[in-house]
């Protein structure tokens, strides 16, 4: 093969358009690195990037950008990149097809890792495309901010709050989702008042009509339901039903630890008592129905109570519905029971209008569960981000659906 047709051939791979082409190919082995020059003829003309309009070339400032990998090869383009001379907007840099202004990485590249980083940790990816993971991390947060600027909420009516553990301690960040289309649309350090209103002026700037939105799917934190009142008075509060499950499931779980100080035969059995029935092997749902029969325990009758319970989400009308809740209270409330549950009753008591509004609209936010499933275990495989920024940037990248409108 001809130096020639080598040239031509690397112009075309890269889809360079004229007047660029290749000039000049090198390899080498040793270093296992492959560099790329590209050059245009002298008199070329380019277009202002104010502009637009086709200017003389005044001088030249060399560039190097980091290219998808040749086989285990690294792989560089080097290119001298011409600033224009524009006669209305004066000496102008330009740009160039292949890459971002100020980025040192070909836009192909960029693509790649962002590929690679939304379904693996960031250290991972790095080391897979030998750059480093913070470099990634610039790249995924030039693309997040790019991507949220063109985002459009003007359609949200409906949405739900969460917040998840950003490291360890009381470090959170206040998670803001659409619910009809299953993404989050911002994130916020902070789970208090202060977070939420960050994330709702966000919103607002994004074209939605924070004051028209009908509904709020989230947890009975006191935070979000004072700042919800405050902040969106007209929307209805929906208490998400995995939120209540799970109040339910932590008082199940209180009395088992309780009476298991005096039975030891309820000892290792947690998972008896909190797994979906369904979900059971064969041989562990014969060891539930064994203690359902045989023992008459204080984690029996709580167990079912939250089988009782879990019947509610199964109902179809808000008046079977609080039907059912009623009974179910004056059920616990009548019971010589673990405090625990007394307490769980309590609870569900005073926010019983906000569970009841599941019905009939069936709003929940339970999608959230799977993206905070999803977002700790990118955090514990990156052993944590020490940049609760970095954090962020990794929930939007991972349940954004923002276009980043890649190069193909």
């Known amino acids: 093969m001809s130096l020639l047709t080598q040239e031509k051939l690397f112009t075309a791979a890269l889809g360079l358009d004229a007047p660029w082409s290749v000039v000049s190919v090198v390899f080498d082995a040793k270093r296992k690195q492959?560099?790329?020059?590209l050059d245009f003829p002298r008199g070329s003309r380019f277009l202002c990037p104010e502009c637009g309009d086709l200017c003389p070339v005044h001088d030249t400032m060399g560039r190097r950008w980091r290219h998808l990998?040749?086989?285990?090869?690294?792989?560089?383009?080097?290119?001298?990149?011409?600033?224009?001379?524009?006669?209305?907007?004066?000496?102008?840099?330009?740009?160039?097809k292949w890459a971002q202004p100020g980025s040192g990485f070909t836009l192909l590249f960029e693509?790649?890792?962002l590929l690679m980083v939304r379904d693996m940790p960031f250290l991972t990816a790095s080391r897979l495309m030998h750059v480093s993971d913070d470099c990634l991390l610039r790249i995924a947060k030039r693309y997040v901010d790019q991507g949220r600027e063109r985002d459009d909420m003007s359609?949200?009516?409906?949405?739900?709050?969460?917040?998840?553990?950003?490291?360890?301690?009381?470090?959170?960040?206040?998670?803001?989702?659409?619910?009809?289309?299953?993404?989050?649309?911002?994130v916020s350090k902070g789970h208090d008042i202060k977070a939420l209103e960050a994330s709702l002026s966000d919103l607002s700037n994004h074209g939605c009509k924070v004051k028209k939105i009908k509904s709020v799917c989230m947890d009975m934190s006191p935070s979000f339901i004072s700042a919800v009142g405050k902040l969106m008075p007209k929307a209805q509060m929906i208490f998400d039903r995995f939120h209540v499950m799970k109040l339910v499931n932590n008082a199940v779980?209180?009395?088992?630890?309780?009476?298991?100080?005096?039975?030891?035969?309820?000892?290792?059995?947690?998972?008896?008592?909190?797994?979906?029935?369904?979900?059971?092997?064969?041989?562990?749902?014969?060891?539930?129905?064994?203690?359902?029969?045989?023992?008459?325990t204080q984690i029996a009758s709580a167990y079912q109570m939250k089988l009782n319970i879990q019947e509610l989400w199964k109902l179809k009308t808000k008046k079977e519905a609080t039907s059912h809740l009623q009974a179910w209270l004056k059920w616990v409330e009548g019971a010589t029971i673990d405090d625990a549950m007394k307490k769980l009753a309590k609870t569900i008591q005073s926010h019983k209008k906000g569970i009841l509004n599941y019905f009939p609209s069936r709003l929940t936010s339970g999608f959230m569960e799977s993206i905070n499933s999803r977002i700790q275990a990118a955090r514990a495989k990156a052993k944590g981000y020490r940049n609760p920024n970095n954090f962020i940037t990794v929930?939007?990248?991972?349940?954004?659906?923002?276009?980043f409108q890649l190069p193909t």
């Open 155 to 186: 359609d949200v009516t409906q949405i739900g709050i969460d917040e998840t553990a950003c490291a360890s301690g009381h470090n959170y960040v206040t998670v803001v989702a659409d619910v009809k289309n299953s993404r989050v649309l911002h």
């Open 395 to 403: 929930i939007y990248l991972i349940a954004g659906k923002l276009n």
């Open 69 to 96: 990998s040749f086989f285990e090869h690294q792989t560089y383009l080097h290119a001298s990149v011409p600033r224009a001379k524009c006669p209305k907007c004066g000496v102008k840099m330009v740009n160039v």
């Open 111 to 113: 693509a790649m890792a």
């Open 253 to 296: 779980d209180t009395v088992r630890r309780n009476e298991v100080k005096t039975n030891d035969a309820l000892k290792n059995t947690r998972y008896l008592w909190l797994k979906n029935p369904k979900k059971l092997t064969d041989a562990k749902r014969e060891q539930l129905d064994s203690f359902l029969a045989q023992m008459n």
């Open 34 to 37: 492959l560099d790329i020059y």
